[in-house]
């Protein structure tokens, strides 16, 4: 990182050269290390989350060598100390001047900038377009990632091909095999399914990239706003990591840069169509999000990119954790999303004139009614839910197009307060969740399918109502 150091004493400067030049060698580290000798010490407190990074250092003058010449004129202007002003970028300013930047600026200036204490997180999907965006700058850059022992075979290729391709060695992390033993001995290979994904990424994924992290001042990711809209619509192209530690420790001691965050998912492929980019055999099978193999299937038509992620949890809870700083909890239950520490109101979905908005007590009537003289199809639904957003102009379609038919179209919002009401009495499993209430019929039907255009829901319908 370019440091702006500036040396003085009380009455006069004092030429670098009165300084052995090892005395402020800074030590390239490896991914992982803690070589912290030889090297400007930058105090972890000093830069702040807020994005700008300042420190004022006192050094003894016994560090410098004996076999120095000092003037002794010099030497009587120096006193018991000498001030060491280090002075970093702002980079909330920074990430304000680079947001209409292109990729390729974006990563010369993270290159330039950390040098060596920068490297690229590849998960072996689509953000192989940064590895193509650094090689582009001519500089040199590392790569590294994390070798989860449950990658897709079409994954662990793609890393040989890149490597051939680039002409580099990827970085890899590795769990604690212990950690990963006692999990899989105590719950499981496919615990998840059952508890939840947090567990198994923390152990095969959180905690390596955590010790990767310790041994950089700075690393580059390929969230992208798109991606996630509940989530990443915030994402900045710099930041310093609210989450992480870097080299030098503490709060605010890693940087993070995403340099695809404002590029939509449709011209990082034609980027890597015409860049002729080695990419992951799974995507022209319909994966577009790609991770561990339990994990990550492909995605219908019409559905987010992240639905193939987790599919059997709240749209919430689809970020394993590498990102976690992403998500904020508000006080109602709601995940909003969070950058600097503040949650954002999310706008109501599913507008149309012919979606009848159900309350609680609405809802608790549809169910007590045995004898209803229309069917109904409701969707249980949260605004701030990606997937749930993704079928919004579909839902508002049905809804148009059933209107005056005799069919009902409804929506019951089913987060915060009344999302435990909705796991007991209206089989919430996840957002969305479909429901078909019959005629003289009081049980509901819960469409069991993740094909949610006007076709699909339309023909359910027909054969249940």
Same mark, same amino acid.
């Given at each position: 990182m370019a440091l702006a150091i500036n040396v003085s004493s009380s009455s006069s400067a004092i030429s670098s050269s009165? +300084?052995?030049?090892? $005395?402020?060698?800074?030590?390239?580290p490896r991914i992982g290390s803690l070589r912290l000798s030889d090297r400007v010490n930058v105090s972890s407190a000093s830069l702040s989350l807020s994005g700008k990074r300042s420190s004022v250092k006192p050094l003894n003058v016994q560090s410098i060598a004996k076999e120095t010449f000092v003037p002794s004129q010099a030497a009587s202007m120096i006193a018991s100390e000498v001030t060491e002003v280090v002075e970093v970028e702002d980079f909330e300013k920074l990430a304000k001047s680079l947001e209409t930047a292109s990729p390729l600026e974006i990563m010369d200036k993270a290159l330039e900038t950390f040098g060596n204490d920068i490297a690229i997180a590849f998960s072996g999907a689509e953000d192989v377009a940064l590895i193509e965006y650094a090689h582009l700058t001519g500089r040199p850059f590392r790569v590294f990632s994390l070798d989860t022992g449950r990658l897709n075979p079409e994954t662990?290729?793609? +890393?040989?091909?890149? $490597?051939?391709?680039?002409?580099?060695?990827?970085?890899?992390?590795?769990?604690?095999?212990v950690e990963v033993q006692a999990l899989v001995r105590n719950k499981g290979l496919f615990s998840f399914y059952e508890d939840g994904h947090q567990e198994c990424c923390r152990i095969r994924k959180v905690r390596p990239l955590r010790r990767a992290l310790k041994g950089l001042r700075a690393w580059i990711t390929?969230?992208?706003?798109?991606?996630s809209p509940g989530t990443r619509s915030e994402i900045p192209v710099v930041q310093v990591d609210p989450v992480f530690e870097g080299l030098d420790g503490g709060a605010g001691s890693l940087v993070k840069w995403n340099p695809v965050a404002n590029v939509e998912g449709n011209d990082v492929w034609n980027f890597l169509r015409t860049m002729d980019v080695p990419v992951n055999t799974l995507h022209a099978a319909g994966y577009v999000s790609i991770g561990c193999e339990?994990?990550?299937r492909a995605v219908l038509p019409g559905q987010h990119e992240r639905e193939g992620r987790w599919w059997w949890e709240d749209a919430k809870a689809k970020e394993c954790g590498l990102h976690k700083g992403n998500i904020k909890e508000s006080s109602n239950g709601n995940a909003t999303a969070n950058v600097n520490g503040t949650s954002s109101t999310v706008a109501d979905i599913f507008k149309s004139e012919n979606v009848v908005s159900l309350s609680r007590q609405g809802i608790e009537n549809l169910m007590k009614l045995e004898n209803r003289k229309e069917a109904w199809i409701v969707v249980l639904y949260a605004p701030w839910c990606p997937f749930c957003q993704a079928m919004e102009a579909s839902f508002d379609e049905l809804a148009d197009k059933l209107g005056g038919s005799g069919v009902k179209v409804a929506k019951f919002r089913a987060d915060g307060d009344q999302k435990e009401f909705a796991k007991r009495d209206l089989q919430l499993g996840s957002f969305p969740t479909i429901l078909v209430f019959p005629k003289n019929s009081s049980r509901p039907i819960k469409y069991p399918s993740e094909k949610r255009d006007v076709y699909s829901l339309t023909s359910f319908l027909n054969l249940v109502r």
């Open positions: 009165s +300084f052995p030049s090892s $005395e402020l060698k800074v030590s390239a662990y290729r793609l +890393f040989d091909t890149v $490597e051939k391709h680039y002409g580099i060695r990827i970085e890899y992390m590795f769990p604690d095999a390929g969230q992208r706003k798109d991606q339990p994990c990550t």
